[in-house]
């Protein structure tokens, strides 16, 4: 192999070298993206053009190898270096390499070409020749011909020695002195430019230069959506040891990014963990560094606990009274508190925990989708669900009935509640945690994006100081966080504020909660009656559930009451038929109900990579948008996904509302046992929107999507 050509030991090289004759390799990616002659052919004459020196050293195993330059002029050289020393100072041709048919002169003359492709996309401080300070005796920037003294390349570009001091054709070098102070010129304002770049832009020019040199994709990990699903393909300890990641599924190939995509080592040994073809992707070292850092903590400290578990035990998990008092750093404890400090974290609504036939599975719901979050041994699932039974105060002996249960956690200076509830099934105990530390409390019926009709009608009958006001929708649409919302416009000192809740959600202050229990015969048909005796202005009712509660209530309104509460319909005109199949009398309804607000969340879209398009005509059939052919198309927002939603497009949810008032007519109509069509055809006669209507306008602002207002209004 030492007399291997360097197409032979480098087979990648072949896309750049030509046969000899002139003609183009069959690799014309790199250069075609720099230059071609203006005919739309390759220029491979090599004419005297060729400005910026290529250096490629094919060596072999004694030292040796090719290394291609220019002289002072621009024209193109090709020297043998022996074991690093200065190229030979031999007089070349002007204007061409020596005319010759073997694979090194081929390579010769794709790197001219290459160089010369790229020469005018460079800024004059990067060219050759023109870099101060470079050594002559650095292999890596070669004497230009006729350079004895070894002087800096700088020096030989400005001001030429030896036997080409003299420029061609009698000119003194002297006539060059203006070109050569406007590139110094150039120099420093380049030099100064690249001072001011970042640590990361500098890195990132870096990474793109390595990926066009090696014709591979470049990605940039802030903003590339990584599959999280591909991430645990490959063991963390060989992400880590090699400094890559795998990061998405293309055509087949394992996509990696990677600083260094020369480690064919760490590729193959990728390859051989996942029987997979790897597509290296090059990447910032940094960026690298801290996506595995980030995709990869919380599995390894997960999967260290979960091997620590199942090291230490074989059998189902018991815990007693004397167990009850274990140090919090067990395994098991240690592995509920990394779970639900990641949820909180995540801004997570609720944590399932689900015992399956072949191990223990962990979901997130965030912004109203579940999401998986980690899969456990199934040694690990009986001494988990006992821990979190215990911290929550239930019979951790009771493994055939339902039970509900309330968790304190201090995270970041903050107490945060969750609500569990533990429900029998097949495989074992499911667990339900409802994170709730949403301020509810904090908020406000402004904070809650009412279009300004909506809005009004809501706040004016709030404002009463007796009736019903309601809001519906099904579990999740949060009607409980409208409702604390609405209590923090509404209470004040000088008035009693009391709720029946089950169970109180949200702890606020200067408000009387209570808490429903069936077991002592709490119910909120009970509670209600104790709590009218009470001398009540406010009363909120978790929900009304059955015909009691729902006469209680409405009777507590007629009595100089304000009650708020909550029903579960599809839209606000049913909530009267609704109150009328619990035995609810249409005249009470009509003397009572002031305003019905129907709800739905939508995710938000994320504000830093949300990016404007156009609405189709199908998109605007479906929203219900009046539109004919000719009519210019509305623009809208897409989600795209960045690291700040995760890869998701969404952060956060958005509330979507149909708000229907009570008017002099509208009480008629109840009254006298109108349906709920004929109510909701008045009640858009004076103004009442739908919610996919309330969606569009939001679609509109850049809040949320068409695709989610499509799904929550379906």
């Known amino acids: 192999m030492a007399d291997a050509s360097p197409t032979e030991r480098f087979p990648f090289l072949r896309r750049f070298a030509g046969d000899g004759s002139g003609q183009q390799g069959d690799g014309q990616s790199l250069a075609q993206q720099s230059s071609n002659n203006g005919s739309g052919q390759w220029d491979n004459t090599q004419s005297g053009q060729f400005q910026q020196g290529y250096s490629n050293f094919s060596a072999n195993p004694q030292g040796q190898g090719q290394q291609y330059g220019t002289d002072q002029y621009g024209n193109p050289y090709v020297t043998s270096v022996n074991g690093g020393a ?14 010759a048919s073997s694979p090194d002169d081929a390579l010769a003359r794709a790197a001219s070409a290459i160089a010369n492709a790229r020469r005018e996309s460079m800024p004059p401080a990067m060219r050759p020749g023109t870099r101060q300070g470079a050594s002559g005796t650095n292999p890596g920037s070669p004497a230009t011909p006729g350079d004895k003294s070894g002087q800096s390349n700088g020096q030989a570009a400005g001001q030429p020695t030896g036997h080409n001091a003299s420029a061609p054709n009698g000119q003194n070098g002297q006539n060059n002195q203006p070109r050569q102070s406007d590139d110094s010129a150039a120099e420093r304002a380049e030099a100064q430019q690249a001072k001011l770049l970042s640590a990361d832009e500098k890195e990132a020019q870096q990474a793109q230069q390595l990926a066009r040199s090696m014709s591979l994709p470049y990605v940039d990990l802030d903003e590339y959506q990584i599959d999280k699903t591909v991430v645990n393909i490959v063991p963390g300890e060989l992400c880590r040891k090699n400094h890559m990641l795998p990061i998405d599924i293309i055509k087949g190939q394992l996509a990696v990014a990677t600083s260094d995509p020369t480690n064919f080592s760490a590729i193959d040994d990728i390859s051989a963990a996942t029987g997979m073809t790897v597509l290296p992707m090059v990447a910032a070292a940094s960026k690298v560094d801290q996506s595995i850092n980030r995709y990869l903590r919380a599995n390894d400290e997960l999967k260290e606990i979960s091997d620590e578990i199942v090291a230490n035990t074989r059998r189902e998990v018991q815990l007693d009274d004397s167990q009850e008092d274990a140090e919090a750093s067990s395994p098991v404890a240690r592995f509920v508190s990394l779970i639900i400090n990641q949820a909180i974290d995540d801004h997570c609504s609720d944590i399932h925990i689900e015992p399956q036939e072949d191990g223990l599975q962990v979901r997130f719901r965030i912004d109203g989708v579940l999401h998986v979050f980690q899969k456990a041994p199934r040694e690990m699932t009986q001494g988990v669900i006992s821990r979190i039974k215990v911290l929550s105060d239930m019979d951790i002996g009771e493994h055939r009935k339902p039970q509900d249960g309330r968790i304190t956690v201090r995270h970041n200076g903050k107490n945060i509640d969750l609500r569990v509830a533990a429900l029998p099934t097949v495989w074992g105990e499911k667990i339900v945690m409802r994170i709730l530390s949403t301020p509810a409390g904090n908020l406000k019926v402004e904070d809650l994006n009412f279009s300004e009709r909506n809005y009004t009608v809501f706040k004016n009958a709030y404002s009463r100081p007796y009736g019903m006001v309601l809001v519906t929708g099904p579990t999740g649409s949060g009607k409980s966080t409208t409702l604390y919302a609405t209590l923090g416009n509404v209470a004040r000192p000088e008035i009693n504020v009391i709720t029946v809740e089950d169970p109180v959600e949200f702890r606020m202050k200067g408000i009387n909660q209570v808490q429903v229990n069936k077991k002592a015969g709490m119910t909120f048909a009970a509670a209600l009656r104790s709590i009218l ?81 156009k609405a189709t005509p199908q998109e605007l059939r479906l929203m219900e948008v009046p539109w004919k052919e000719g009519d210019e198309l509305p623009t809208v927002f897409r989600p795209v996904g960045c690291k700040e939603c995760s890869n998701t497009g969404y952060h956060g949810r958005v509330a979507v509302q149909q708000v229907m008032g009570v008017s002099d007519t509208m009480e008629s109509m109840i009254a006298t046992g109108s349906t709920a069509l004929e109510i909701q055809q008045q009640a858009e006669k004076e103004g009442m929107t739908s919610l996919r209507a309330d969606g569009w306008d939001k679609v509109k602002q850049g809040i949320t999507s068409i695709e989610e207002v499509v799904r929550v209004t379906v």
């Open 86 to 99: 200065n190229p030979p100072d031999a007089t070349r041709p002007r204007h061409a390499l020596p005319n």
């Open 533 to 613: 005796r009470a001398d009540p202005d406010v009363v909120l009712i978790g929900e009304i559930r059955d015909a009691e509660t729902a006469k209680i209530a409405t009777e507590a309104a007629l009595t100089g009451h304000l009650v708020l509460s909550t029903l579960h319909t599809n839209d606000a005109p049913s909530a009267v038929s609704r109150l009328v199949e619990m035995g609810v009398e249409p005249f009470l309804i009509s003397a009572s109900l002031c305003a019905v607000m129907a709800q739905r969340l939508a995710r938000r879209l994320c504000p830093y990579c949300k990016k404007e398009d």
